[in-house]
Structure formats: C-alpha cells, structure tokens
C-alpha cells in the first residue's frame, strides 16, 4: 500500500460566525492555507499510483475557487453550509467531498490554517 501527497497552497479570507461575539475569529481575517492531498492504493505495474500531474489537473481547479476569496461569502453564494462556517475542519470535509468523486483514492485532506494548526478529514 502506497500513500501519494500532492500539496496545494492558496490565499483566503474567512470569519468564523459560531465563535463567540469578541472572539478574534469571529472577525474577518485571512490565511496562507496548505492543502495536503493524501491518496492511497495499490501502485500499478509501472510502480505508479498516479501521476503527480494527474492530481494537479483534478485538484487545482477547485482549489483555485477559493483562491482570494472570502469563503463566507462563498458558502452564501453557493448556499453551502460548510463554507458560511469555514473552520479549517469545515474546510477539509468540503474539499474532501468535492475531491472524492475525481479520485476515489482519496484517504485524507489535510488543511494547515497556519504553520502550526491543521485539520484533518477521512471518511471510515
């Protein structure tokens, strides 16, 4: 078994409403987010899982729709719940959910708010 991580960084901004009043995430702020793609399977016959590339052309696009951005007023935009609350935990499950369907060897979506706080999603 082979685990793959493909990395992607973007720029946001966010406030997290179900803080509460006072609390300095309830504010609007932003983030230099790390995003770390894990995948798991079984290498083919070459010794490849998947090409890094491959990963790129499915992942970047979304990742590029919340690239400078206020998540919050996408989650209005769209009427997502989890990005109109975008923890980092938020986070990780929306991009999980949207990037499990193109690559079902999907394992884990980890997001880095900052360089020492991260989230970490998987499914059972």
């Not at 406030?15 to 079984?42: D, M, T």
């Not at 899982?49 to 919050?72: A, M, R, T, Y």
Request: aromatic share 10%; with cysteine.
């Amino acid at each position: 078994m082979i685990e793959l991580t493909k990395i992607f960084r973007f720029e946001a901004a966010h406030w997290l409403p179900q803080f509460p009043e006072g609390h300095k995430c309830r504010r609007l702020h932003g983030h230099s987010f790390v995003i770390e793609i894990v995948l798991r399977g079984e290498p083919d016959e070459t010794g490849i899982l998947i090409d890094f590339g491959d990963i790129s052309k499915l992942v970047k696009p979304i990742i590029e729709q919340l690239d400078h951005q206020c998540l919050n007023y996408l989650g209005d935009e769209w009427n997502d719940e989890l990005l109109k609350k975008p923890s980092s935990e938020n986070l990780a499950k929306w991009l999980f959910l949207k990037i499990k369907p193109l690559l079902p060897m999907l394992y884990v979506v980890i997001v880095h708010e900052t360089c020492t706080s991260k989230s970490t999603y998987f499914e059972n």
